[in-house]
């Protein structure tokens, strides 16, 4: 059985502080994909980054950067400088070669204070 | 470009009342899914499908029952409404079962069972 754990329910942060945002997964598959979501208060639901479980290079997008460790089973999610924006449901997902099917975690609710 | 379209965006029931939810993607893809928010939780997977005619179970599917007669359309039916499934749902469709591809989500039907 797959299992994805988000450490922080809730996180409050000022703008312009750096957060991550941590992700734990457990696995049997040897070929997986793991991903981010966001869900802002209009409650649809933004795809970020997907990975595969073959490349652990960490990558950078913006402001958002990702660190995927298979050595530690972890994909942790990092916002630099956040923004008001940023104010959202994340959630991280993992989805192994049975037909695409997501396990999700339970979401970290981030709230940036301007 | 409309993605994956979700009918009706709100809906009230009535315990024991029947409803549908509809759901439609115009990528042609293959797989879809059904999913379940409930508060503070993440998404979990009611029913998914690998292409017409072919349907299977996820995580939560009691108490539902889908079809899908075309790649294009796949519904969720709930026969008798109960609290227990006032929930938001989401329809996701994907491409490729390896999912080396996001899933795409609808934006969602929020259900309050009364």
């Known amino acids: 059985a797959q299992k994805v754990t988000q450490a922080q329910t809730e996180i409050s942060v000022v703008e312009k502080e750096d957060v991550t945002l941590d992700c734990v997964y457990e696995t049997r598959d040897t070929t997986y994909y793991l991903f981010w979501y966001k869900q802002p208060p209009s409650g649809e639901l933004v795809f970020l980054i997907r990975?595969?479980?073959?490349?652990?290079q960490n990558e950078i997008s913006g402001r958002y950067s990702w660190n995927f460790q298979k050595s530690t089973s972890s994909f942790n999610f990092t916002i630099t400088a956040s923004q008001v924006v940023d104010s959202a449901v994340y959630f991280c997902?993992?989805?192994?070669?049975?037909?695409?099917?997501?396990?999700f975690g339970q979401g970290t609710i981030l709230t940036v204070h301007p | 470009n409309a993605g994956v379209t979700q009918t009706p965006k709100f809906r009230i029931l009535k315990i024991g009342q029947s409803m549908t939810l509809q759901c439609t993607q115009d990528?042609?893809?293959?797989?879809m899914y059904w999913y379940r928010q409930d508060p503070g939780m993440g998404l979990k997977l009611i029913y998914y499908s690998v292409g017409a005619g072919i349907t299977d179970k996820g995580e939560v599917p009691n108490g539902y029952n889908v079809s899908r007669s075309t790649t294009e359309d796949f519904p969720l039916r709930l026969e008798l409404a109960a609290p227990s499934q006032t929930s938001v749902y989401f329809c996701?469709?994907?491409?490729?079962?390896?999912?080396?591809?996001?899933?795409?989500f609808g934006q969602g039907t929020r259900l309050t069972v009364v």
């Open positions: 996701a469709s994907s491409a490729d079962r390896v999912l080396n591809t996001e899933a795409f």
């Open positions: 990528m042609n893809h293959n797989y």
């Open positions: 997902a993992l989805s192994g070669t049975s037909y695409g099917k997501l396990t």
């Open positions: 990975r595969n479980s073959f490349d652990e």
